[in-house]
């Protein structure tokens, strides 16, 4: 490839929420995301954590948050996943029961966490087992 030639160089998953205050303050407050920035009618954030990024789009439609809900998944890839699990830990266990899978391997070579966002999206933490 050139060095003139286009590329893409990152993937952001855009996630319907009912309120996205609501969810920028989980996924600040528990994941330890900061907001970049969130639109004056509070209809659009960006969160960051480290170089990962998502986007929270505000949505009335029940449909896209059904499927948020049944459909939808994030996967973010993470260096130091049991040290990330172990500083979110006290803010995950007070989750209600089933939004919280502690790490475990999976047979495909990966080890992981699971959480489910106020709206049931949910986000695979992941990292290569060595």
Known sequence: MSASSPIIEDAVAIVPVRDVETSAAFYTGTLGFKLRSITDDKAFAILLHGDAALHL?????????QATANHISVYLWVKGLDALYA????????????????PFDQPYGMREFHVKDPDGCLLFFGEEKV
Not at 87 to 102: C, I, M
């Open 57 to 65: 789009l505000r949505s009335n439609d029940e449909a896209s948050l």
């Open 87 to 102: 500083q979110f830990q006290p803010k995950l266990d007070k989750l209600d029961e089933g939004r919280v899978r502690a």
